[in-house]
């Protein structure tokens, strides 16, 4: 047995309550391991700690669970009769048989030694304030990304002088187009007619660029995209339609026009706001654009964004205040935080404890690109972008030797980073404002559907960006950010491809199996042929397969074809994808 491949810690994604009465415990082991069980009970059901009394435990077996790339997971829910945890791990490989307590791995010999204090793991006490609790509406929502200036134009009379011709070609970093609120009011039908249930919107507040992620007043919609009152108007038009709506909050930094940083430059030290940021030489120079001299700190290397010092009482209480604002007086179901790992937990803490009590099912998603645990304990984000997803995805399909148990064990991880309640409501993409198109990215429309059937049938909340629907090209940031080609979608240029993702939401709403967290991946016979079955209790299955090798695949009997691109008589071509009933 490879000890080095056991691990558990008593807390984070491994030891967690599901709920006021169930505990979760998982523990990581080699593949050898052939059987896992929980020796568990209450930490005083022999006396208190420390007593002469021999603490001993009720034992059951452990569920395998994901398989990673080294290591298999094995899971169990328990009910701790007084809400306190105790216990250990018994670990079978074959014949060989150890135990596994916080302080490592005992031997039977080492078991039976007289007097022994092993030092068992320790789930203290499930305080319901504790309990990891997310919107329970987040994962039966389908969400869709705007970038406002690029969606529609709804209301010319808003146009700044300098807006350009509206055309779906490459864009450059400093046009703007004249999207705006009354558009996205005006396309709401469109909206709800692809079966969309969310929308998330890009910054909308005052700023003088064209992605307003350089705010320069959070409490004044840009006069580009509207004022509160089209704002209101679009909140209540989509909630009427059964559509949530999402802000992008971008607290991390602020905009160089923003009255306190404006307060700073003018008066220095002596400024009230002085310590809202990070400011570590004056005089202060703010012509230079780049902060690599450490001059303040800001946004990337950005001197046009000065990062906001969320430790500070003043910062925290002005945007408790302002948030408060935004769920009182617009009614908005989420908010998303920009480069949410940079601003700090006490930050986020502070601010759930007042927006839950005004909103309790109000969603807060963080922009995070790794491993976020520790943003998602239940008292900060309820949950964050899946990045991890998304690179598992792109890595699969543009690697050739990547096989597909590799890409089960990837996908696996990305799973396993947090606790189930914050899977349910990962927020899954392919693309976004930041990064090129999914249809530019990979090149073929069988590669675009088959990532697109991956999105719509894994665990969590999945979010298309604007224009996905017809497959938009566009390379890196801004060529991401281009014109949404009204003309001929309303023509029915992009009939097909509309139709087509509008049939991948609709089964992700009817086959409730799509969204379980139970995914039993198969082995297809082909390393670069992926296939999985989804299953829910009470639902039917459904399985899916994804050909990304060079050759045609038999496809196995199926009771009902879903969706189906590049199947030909039975037959899964190269780059084809599929998903049916069984």
């Not at 989509?238 to 991390?252: P, Q, S, W």
């Not at 491993?371 to 399909?397: Q, R, T």
């Not at 559907?449 to 938009?472: D, H, K, N, R, V």
Request: hydrophobic letters at 35%; glycine letters at 8%; one cysteine or more.
């Amino acid at each position: 047995m490879e000890y080095g491949l056991i691990s558990h810690r008593a807390a984070l994604n491994e030891c967690y309550a599901l709920d006021k009465d169930h505990l979760e415990i998982e523990i990581k082991t080699g593949y050898e391991v052939t059987e896992v069980l929980l020796c568990f009970g209450d930490p005083f059901s022999a006396g208190i700690l420390g007593g002469a009394e021999e603490w001993s435990g009720e034992t059951v077996p452990m569920k395998p669970g994901r398989e990673l790339e080294y290591q298999k997971i094995w899971e169990i829910s328990v009910k701790p009769d007084y809400k306190r945890c105790k216990y250990y791990f018994e670990i079978h490989a074959g014949e060989e048989c150890v135990y596994f307590f916080e302080d490592g791995v005992y031997t039977k010999e080492r078991m039976e030694i007289p007097g022994r204090k092993e030092q068992c793991f320790i789930f203290p006490w499930m305080n319901p304030a504790d309990i990891n609790e997310v919107p329970d509406w987040v994962e039966d929502t389908v969400w869709y990304q705007i970038f406002p200036d690029r969606f529609c134009n709804g209301d010319a009379k808003r146009d700044p002088w300098y807006v350009k011709e509206w055309k779906c070609e490459k864009t450059e970093y400093l046009d703007v187009y004249g999207g705006d609120l009354r558009g996205i009011r005006k396309k709401l039908s469109y909206i709800k007619e692809l079966g969309i249930t969310g929308i998330y919107l890009t910054p909308i507040f005052a700023s003088d660029s064209n992605h307003k992620y350089n705010t320069s007043d959070y409490y004044k919609i840009d006069p580009a995209f509207g004022d509160e009152e089209e704002l209101k108007a679009l909140v209540k038009e989509a909630h009427d339609m059964g559509i949530r709506i999402m802000l992008d909050a971008v607290f991390n930094h602020c905009g160089e026009q923003f009255a306190p940083w404006q307060d700073v430059v003018e008066n220095g030290p002596e400024s009230e706001y002085y310590d809202w940021f990070f400011i570590n030489q004056w005089p202060l120079d703010t012509k230079k654009h780049d902060t690599r001299d450490g001059r303040y700190y800001s946004f990337a290397f950005a001197g046009g964004m000065p990062k906001l010092n969320t430790n500070h009482p003043g910062v925290i209480a002005y945007f408790k205040d302002l948030c408060s604002y935004w769920l009182r007086e617009w009614d908005i179901d989420g908010i998303r935080f920009d480069v949410g790992n940079e601003v700090s937990h006490l930050f986020l803490k502070e601010l759930r404890k007042v927006l839950k009590k005004i909103k309790p099912e109000v969603f807060l998603l963080g922009e995070i690109w790794h491993d976020a645990i520790a943003w998602l304990g239940g008292d900060e984000y309820d949950s964050v972008m899946n990045y991890p997803l998304v690179e598992s995805i792109h890595d699969f399909f543009n690697d050739e030797n990547r096989t597909a148990g590799q890409f089960s064990h990837s996908v696996n991880r990305c799973y396993s980073l947090y606790m189930k309640q914050t899977n349910r409501v990962l927020f899954n993409l392919l693309d976004s404002h930041d990064t090129e198109r999914l249809f530019t990215r990979v090149g073929s429309l069988g590669r675009f559907y088959g990532q697109l059937a991956l999105l719509f049938t894994m665990e969590g909340s999945p979010c298309i960006y604007y224009g996905t629907e017809i497959a938009m090209e566009g390379g890196f940031d801004p060529d991401c950010r281009r014109c949404m080609p009204w003309n001929e979608i309303e023509s029915g240029t992009y009939d097909e491809r509309i139709n087509a993702v509008r049939t991948l939401i609709r089964l992700r709403k009817t086959k409730k199996a799509c969204k379980s967290e139970k995914i039993i991946w198969q082995n297809t016979g082909h390393a670069r042929v992926i296939g999985y079955r989804k299953e829910m209790e009470g639902e039917p299955a459904v399985e899916v397969r994804l050909n990304a090798s060079k050759e045609k695949v038999k496809l196995p009997e199926c009771r009902e074809m879903l969706f189906s691109y590049g199947v030909e008589n039975g037959w899964l071509m190269p780059d084809g994808v599929c998903i049916f009933s069984v």
